[in-house]
């Protein structure tokens, strides 16, 4: 079971990772960051998604479809013409405010394994 940074890492290897973050959604605090970030700031990237993140787990939009079993939104996908941003929500034994943030090259990474991968990561990912 990894924890923040082994989990990081593990997210960095995929292919075109260029950076990855554990962030809090109601804080907009980075718990743990690697690699690069898109605005040269992980704090800034941490308090910006975690806004996108926030929205969506909030808006009864996207949640009064989900199922009573865990979060209602699993991850979020924004595409830019040069990357992918995943955020994969983190189910925890407290809150469960914190989601996983990885930043793809659009050319090098794969979106599919991404998503699987960080399925796997939220999972496995032992805070505390």
Known sequence: MPGIDECLLEAMALPGARGASLVDWTSGLALGTAGDSPVGDHETTAAETAELARSAAEFDSFTAAGDSEGPPVEDLIVTTRAGYHVLRF???????????????????????????????????????
Request: charged share 30%; net charge negative.
């Open 90 to 128: 983190v189910e925890t034994s407290f809150d469960s405010s914190v989601f996983l943030h990885l930043w793809l090259d659009r050319d090098a990474g794969n979106l599919a394994l991404a998503r699987l991968r960080l399925r796997d990561l939220a999972e496995r990912l032992v805070l505390g």
